[in-house]
């Protein structure tokens, strides 16, 4: 089961940044909160990942509390190819585990 | 060019057949996975594979078969084809393990009639 809550769905207006939150209150000290996407019939694409520091790359920025307790995902300015369902996952450093995506939110980028 | 190919992207098929699904990645990773994501949408493992090693199988039939010829492919056989194996099936690549960014390629929609 996946470790991490997400709301189902959302709606964001085009060029207005999309904010989607995630919870994931067991995680460990040593577990890294990915992001992922997929756009509508095709495979899933790696957004961001961080571990305790915020980080930002030139898709999206991914703010953690500083409990690492929850984490929001930032689109900063959202367009319409960036509707998909974004899925939240927690899993250990150095894992030679898999990656378990839960049920996502899916995001609607609305013009 | 693309990172991670699978073939074919349609596959329509009777029920009791033998299938092959064909994945090929052109990025030098060493990891290479199987995922399966019904009607529900739910993605999940099947398969993953190291260096030509079998590193996880989750309680998939033994009907599924993956077959790693070499490091850069990862084909996912089926035999006896029952109507809940229709799914989208995606192959993915990563570096090393999991916690490495994976590159999914575009999945292969299969249907058992």
């Known amino acids: 089961d996946a470790k991490t809550t997400q709301p189902p769905s959302m709606d964001c207006a085009e060029g207005r940044a999309a904010n989607l939150p995630c919870n994931h209150s067991t995680i460990s000290g040593n577990e890294y909160v990915y992001w992922y996407r997929q756009i509508h019939s095709q495979g899933p694409q790696y957004i961001i990942h961080?571990?305790?520091n915020n980080e930002t790359n030139e898709m999206a920025s991914l703010i953690i509390t500083e409990d690492r307790k929850s984490s929001t995902l930032i689109l900063p300015h959202a367009t319409l190819r960036d509707t998909a369902v974004y899925y939240c996952?927690?899993?250990?450093?150095?894992?030679?585990?898999?990656?378990?995506f839960g049920k996502g939110t899916k995001l609607s980028v609305k013009p | 060019d693309t990172a991670v190919s699978q073939t074919p992207k349609y596959l329509v098929t009777q029920m009791g057949n033998d299938k092959s699904i064909k994945c090929e990645q052109n990025l030098g990773h060493d990891t290479m996975y199987w995922y399966k994501q019904d009607s529900k949408k739910f993605l999940k493992i099947m398969f993953s594979y190291n260096n030509k090693e079998l590193i996880i199988n989750e309680t998939v039939p033994n009907r599924f078969s993956p077959k790693s010829p070499d490091k850069a492919h990862l084909n996912l056989h089926i035999n006896s084809l029952e109507l809940g194996d229709s799914a989208v099936y995606f192959c993915?690549?990563?570096?090393?393990?999991?916690?490495?960014?994976?590159?999914f390629g575009p999945g292969t929609r299969l249907t058992v009639l």
């Open positions: 993915a690549s990563s570096k090393r393990g999991a916690t490495d960014t994976q590159y």
């Open positions: 961080g571990l305790k």
């Open positions: 996952i927690v899993i250990p450093e150095g894992s030679q585990g898999n990656l378990i």
